[in-house]
């Protein structure tokens, strides 16, 4: 295990954005480099623990696409459409990381010990818990935060209408992160969290991967242009043209 603290080349700097809830430091099992990827690489893919066979379905196919498109998924190591999405990383041979509710040490859940063990070596598993914490509620909570400051974009593909997931949901929209959500047959209680996400305006329809790539271009263009911001270069002097004689351009002062 590695421990990383703020200022670390591998520190991720996305976590900054939870102000005084930032975590202190992260324990990483596996490759940290994965962290110091743009945040606009970074997708989270979580939902429903009790997930469906369509839901299992197109989550593999838009992790597949993902991985093809050089993304790294992050998720947390759960049952269902957790487990489903670190799978499918892991099946196309691309990067996947696992943020855990408790220490490296206590694998949770103890069904996906093999799973988890896999990620710490073909991967990464990360906590802000040190090791011989065990997982609790709140802890599951808190680690839905870190999920959701880790990546550029939240991707729910299934959730129950209470689920957890939807905290994961609510807390990227805080941080100004863009959130997907898969919607689902109007019959199928796994999917009445995404549609009361949609419902709500918190989050925008995916069908397909491209949706997912328009989120996380969305992402990079306005990083992109608050850097530019940042350095006075907001409009390109070369893009002006010529001043025309007797005619003040600059429009109103506002």
């Known amino acids: 295990m590695r421990v990383l603290i703020p200022g670390d080349v591998e520190w991720p700097a996305g976590v900054d954005a939870l102000g005084d809830g930032a975590p202190v430091a992260l324990w990483a099992k596996g490759d940290t480099g994965l962290l110091s990827r743009p945040v606009w690489d970074r997708l989270t893919v979580t939902g429903a623990r ?35 999405a670190h799978r499918a990383a892991l099946a196309s041979n691309g990067a996947t990381v696992s943020v855990l509710a408790g220490g490296l040490d206590r694998l949770y859940p103890a069904g996906h010990t093999d799973l988890l063990t896999r990620i710490g070596k073909q991967g990464l598993l990360v906590s802000e818990l040190p090791p011989g914490a065990a997982p609790t509620r709140w802890r599951f909570l808190q680690r839905g935060r870190l999920l959701a400051a880790l990546s550029g974009t939240v991707l729910i593909a299934e959730a129950g209408y209470r689920s957890g997931t939807l905290h994961t949901a609510a807390r990227a929209s805080e941080l100004g992160r863009p959130v997907g959500a898969i919607p689902g047959p109007v019959t199928s209680a796994t999917s009445t969290g995404c549609h009361r996400l949609l419902r709500d305006g918190l989050a925008a329809v995916v069908t397909g991967y491209d949706d997912v790539r328009e989120l996380l271009h969305g992402v990079r263009d306005r990083a992109h242009r608050a850097v530019r911001e ?21 429009g109103p002062v506002l």
Do not use: K, M, N, W
């Open 50 to 84: 009790a997930s469906t066979a369509y839901g299992e379905h197109v989550t593999t196919e838009l992790v597949q696409s993902a991985i093809t498109d050089s993304r790294v998924v992050f998720s947390g190591g759960a049952y269902g459409i957790d487990g489903v």
């Open 230 to 250: 940042r350095a006075g270069l907001e409009s390109d002097p070369l893009d002006a043209g010529p001043p025309v004689q007797g005619r003040d351009l600059r």
